[in-house]
């Protein structure tokens, strides 16, 4: 059973880098896409990005400009930054599996079970 | 503002069907395919539909999808107070550079 945990610092502050990273246990991280989806407190949830083991990636255009992810196949993890961060930026992140195939197109079918990141002085 | 439009609450009694309707445009819904997730309280979202209408194994048949343009919708037959959860649509934006797209969430509530 593929799973997913991610971890790096709850709080951060203002105009910082918030960094996060997701370990994959349980399968190899290779041939998926991997991605971080957010959701501010009593929120709905907002697409960060994508990147796929052979490092190409895909951003949200709303948030590209402070987004950059990465993975370390040896490790079986991927990582996200962001920069620049405000309150606006506070949420529990996700990180989870993109599935694809011609077929079924491309949905999210593991996920992390989500870390809250705060962003405060 | 979410990209995909859902209505905020929706509620039914046990054994009702309720339907989640979830509107999008040309760029996503119209040209995608449409899944839906369900949250539960405290949990990571779960993939609930693909491809419009399948259901990953393990999901109940109570649960159905539809696309019709670029709208979609959800419906759930046989209420189950463990049916209980916010549910998302989603689905890929083609506009400005490819990206995936949420709706805001629909809370359900079995009364």
């Known amino acids: 059973q593929v799973q997913l945990q991610e971890s790096g610092p709850g709080l951060v502050k203002p105009s910082e880098t918030l960094s996060l990273t997701c370990t994959v246990s349980?399968?190899?991280?290779?041939?998926?896409?991997w991605s971080w989806i957010r959701q501010p407190a009593g929120k709905g949830l907002e697409w960060i990005g994508r990147?796929?083991?052979?490092?190409?990636?895909n951003y949200n255009p709303s948030l590209k400009s402070r987004v950059t992810m990465s993975v370390d196949t040896s490790k079986n993890q991927f990582s996200l930054k962001l920069s620049s961060v405000t309150a606006a930026d506070t949420a529990v992140y996700y990180c989870?599996?993109?599935?694809?195939?011609?077929?079924?197109?491309?949905?999210?079918?593991?996920w992390g079970q989500g870390t809250l990141v705060t962003v405060s002085s | 503002q979410s990209v995909l439009t859902q209505p905020p609450s929706a509620s039914g009694t046990p054994g009702q069907r309720v339907t989640i309707s979830c509107s999008g445009s040309?760029?996503?819904?119209?040209?995608?395919?449409v899944y839906w997730y369900q949250q539960l309280p405290g949990t990571a979202p779960k993939l609930l539909i693909y491809?419009?209408?399948q259901r990953p194994s393990g999901v109940p048949d109570r649960f159905s999808g539809s696309k019709s343009g670029t709208s979609a919708s959800l419906a759930i037959s046989g209420l189950r107070s463990e049916d209980e959860a916010d549910y998302y649509c989603?689905?890929?934006?083609?506009?400005?550079?490819?990206?995936?797209?949420f709706g805001g969430g629909t809370k359900l509530t079995v009364l």
């Open positions: 989870a599996r993109g599935y694809y195939d011609f077929w079924s197109g491309y949905y999210f079918d593991y």
């Open positions: 349980g399968g190899s991280i290779s041939s998926y896409y």
């Open positions: 990147i796929y083991t052979s490092g190409s990636t």
């Open positions: 040309s760029s996503n819904i119209g040209s995608n395919y």
């Open positions: 491809r419009n209408n």
């Open positions: 989603a689905a890929w934006d083609d506009s400005l550079s490819a990206h995936v797209v």
